[in-house]
């Protein structure tokens, strides 16, 4: 699924051909993209509409209009969206949707396992409607340690749980989640709340580096996720572990492991990312236990109230 880096890459593709310009005609061919509204509904209300500026919050790609509408796109797993100059648009299967702009351009979206959305919303509905899903911006400079230290101090998740919560922080997915927790050297089975001071200092700096490294990298290209020119992003090519089981460590050259911890699949450093999620002395039966189930995804009860 796209995450921050890579949404964000598509909005700076998108922004100069869209911003300034008119949607001429819109066709939307799949009626699960605008779910439980009428698809030619939308297009015609989308139809007129002069676009001000192309904006992001998390994994939401936001194209505000000058009637001060905004078009909510969310790319879920393998959207993508695509700017062609007037006639180059080929053919394709997958498409599902088409914007004409007022200089002939097409933006076109496709999306080959459907779980893509657009929202229309009116502007009185559009912050209430983000502000209550999505948590801050990572990558703004206002977005604090403290900011998430707020937000995990009543969790009991794991750790990696809590940071794939939109609420807590906002674009943070699978790959960046496992990719911020290496950097921190926090087990992604670690409560939430039983994080140290300097741990959540290392994670907010995690999230915010590892995010970083994405955006510059344009994004990481896994499955359909395509730039709007059609190229592809390379930082899969610089991930620290996602999807590196049974290679070294690039800290210390222990073998990358892999688990499941909220129900997905998550690599970490066994020896740099220690479990210890019941406080001082446990640190070995913790990795004992983890290492006898590996698909065990929040700690047993006991250890859980002995954290309290
Ligand atoms: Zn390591």
Redesign the pocket.
């Known amino acids: 699924m796209p995450e921050l880096p890579e949404v964000e890459t598509v909005r700076r593709g998108l922004a100069p051909a869209l911003e300034g310009r008119r949607f001429e005609q819109v066709g939307i061919t799949d009626p699960r993209l605008t779910r439980p509204h009428d698809p030619l509904e939308v297009a015609r209300e989308l139809e007129g509409e002069r676009v001000t500026k192309v904006d992001r919050r998390g994994k939401y790609l936001i194209v505000r209009f000058e009637s001060g509408r905004a078009l909510l796109i969310h790319l879920r797993m393998t959207g993508s969206l695509r700017h062609a100059n007037a006639g180059e648009l080929g053919e394709d299967p997958h498409r599902r949707a088409v914007v004409t702009l007022d200089d002939g351009s097409d933006v076109a979206y496709r999306d080959v396992r459907r779980f893509g959305t657009w929202l229309l919303l009116e502007p009185s509905d559009v912050d209430t409607y983000i502000d209550t899903r999505v948590g801050k911006e990572p990558l703004d400079a206002a977005y604090k340690a403290k900011h998430l230290a707020e937000k995990l101090e009543k969790r009991r998740a794991p750790i990696k749980a809590a940071i794939l919560d939109q609420r807590t922080v906002a674009g943070v997915g699978n790959i960046y989640a496992d990719e911020a927790l290496w950097r921190a050297q926090v087990h992604p089975l670690t409560p939430a709340n039983e994080l140290t001071p300097d741990e959540v200092r290392a994670l907010h700096k995690g999230i915010r580096a590892s995010l970083q490294a994405g955006v510059r990298r344009q994004g990481s290209t896994l499955r359909n996720y395509q730039l709007p020119d059609g190229s592809s992003g390379t930082a899969q090519d610089r991930f620290k572990v996602y999807g590196r089981g049974g290679l070294p460590?690039g800290?210390?050259g222990?073998p990358i492991d892999k688990i499941r911890v909220a129900g997905r699949g998550t690599w970490y450093?066994p020896?740099?990312q220690m479990y210890r999620g019941a406080g001082v002395g446990s640190t070995k039966r913790g990795q004992r236990r983890y290492a006898a189930s590996s698909s065990f995804s929040r700690p047993s009860r006991s250890r859980r109230q002995s954290s309290v």
Request: hydrophobic share 0%; net charge positive.
């Open positions: 460590c800290r210390c222990t450093c020896t740099c």
